[in-house]
């Protein structure tokens, strides 16, 4: 067939001698990926922190300010003297 | 805890070390072919495969049995992509030089050509890679082959043909 001709003609032309790679390649990208790695660590250590945070945060917040009990009305006169 | 952190971090490094030392060198050739530069000065294809490799060595606990081969072609590729896109037009748009085998064909061309030819990824594969449709790609495989096989071995063309055989 002619089109898997054409394509193995141009396979052909893309295997070339492959050079040998470069030294520092290696390294660098460790040296890239290790740090990408910390990077991500200490976000994900930042998140925790602040859900902690917000977490003591809320519970203070409740203990102190009670919201589930009910205020005091304002608008009626409590009944006191019966 | 610390350390079973650092076993792992010494099995991730002497692994990432044999995979580099298996399959960098067809990687850097795929790069260089991507890039259009010269086989023998490349610095956008070192840079592009040392940005895969580093982003491979990050993923590298969470592979979960992937081919980390893939995943760093996968990178190069959309890596290219998107760094072709920005460049596109752009003050610091690269000539492709004329010893590269590809430099008569558009990055994205050269894209389709080194995923489909090369490293014989399967026309769905590159398709989704890339957010084309697989005719699309097909097409554009078609066309980068007929404009590569016009002129075999010949200089990059000042103008490039913009009429192709139509696909």
Request: charged share 25%; aromatic share 6%; with cysteine.
């Amino acid at each position: 067939m002619r089109g898997s001709d054409r394509e193995a003609t141009v396979r052909r032309l893309l295997e070339q001698a492959q050079r040998p790679l470069p030294p520092e390649i290696h390294p660098e990208a460790v040296r890239r990926g290790t740090r990408m790695l910390r990077r991500r660590a200490l976000a994900r250590r930042a998140l925790w922190l602040l859900l902690c945070a917000a977490a003591v945060a809320f519970t203070v917040w409740a203990l102190t300010a009670r919201p589930w009990v009910e205020p005091p009305s304002h608008t009626t006169p409590p009944l006191t003297g019966w | 805890m610390r350390e079973r952190h650092a076993y792992r971090a010494a099995r991730r490094a002497r692994e990432f070390e044999a995979f580099v030392a298996g399959a960098a060198g067809r990687l850097l050739h795929a790069a260089t072919l991507l890039t259009a530069e010269d086989p023998d000065d490349n610095p956008r294809a070192r840079r592009l495969l040392t940005l895969s490799l580093a982003h491979t060595y990050a993923r590298w606990d969470g592979l979960r049995g992937e081919d980390p081969y893939d995943r760093t072609r996968q990178e190069l590729a959309t890596r290219f992509a998107r760094g072709a896109w920005h460049q596109h037009g752009g003050l610091v748009r690269s000539r492709p030089h004329p010893a590269s085998p590809l430099a008569a064909l558009t990055p994205q061309e050269r894209l389709i050509v080194v995923l489909r030819l090369y490293e014989g990824v399967a026309e769905e594969q590159a398709a989704a890679l890339l957010g084309l449709s697989p005719e699309r790609v097909r097409a554009i495989c078609h066309r980068a082959t007929t404009t590569l096989l016009r002129r075999p071995r010949g200089p990059a063309p000042a103008v490039r043909t913009a009429k192709a055989v139509p696909s």
